[in-house]
């Protein structure tokens, strides 16, 4: 399996970033192919030191790094890249990583 962590800093406004996000962002996201699981942090997002300036995490399962690289080439991929701009003020920050369990 790959992940694809997607870390959105603390917005301009936090109220309208989450109405964006949820009632439009996450239709497009789920339409990007390879997509096998789809998850959000709820609550805070903290560290073991305290608080951070993160917003929100998603976290997206694909089967492995080709299949991320190829989601976003398609057009799916880029429309979603193209939404968050529109409502991720504050910045993003984006990982992708192949895993395994150990």
């Known amino acids: 399996m790959a992940r694809l962590?997607?870390?959105y800093k603390t917005?301009?406004?936090?109220?309208?970033?989450?109405?964006?996000?949820?009632e439009k962002?996450?239709?497009?996201a789920k339409k990007i192919p390879g997509v096998r699981k789809y998850e959000v942090s709820q609550g805070a997002v903290t560290s073991p030191m305290g608080g951070t300036n993160y917003h929100l995490v998603a976290?997206?399962?694909?089967?492995?790094?080709?299949?991320?690289?190829?989601?976003?080439?398609s057009a799916?991929?880029?429309?979603?890249v193209a939404d968050?701009?529109?409502f991720a003020t504050g910045g993003v920050d984006i990982f992708m990583f192949d895993s395994r369990q150990v």
């Open 5 to 7: 962590v997607v870390m």
């Open 11 to 22: 917005p301009q406004d936090a109220a309208a970033f989450d109405k964006h996000y949820f």
């Open 25 to 28: 962002h996450v239709a497009i």
């Open 59 to 73: 976290i997206l399962e694909f089967d492995n790094v080709a299949a991320i690289q190829n989601a976003f080439a």
């Open 76 to 80: 799916e991929g880029q429309a979603a």
């Open 84 to 86: 968050v701009q529109t």
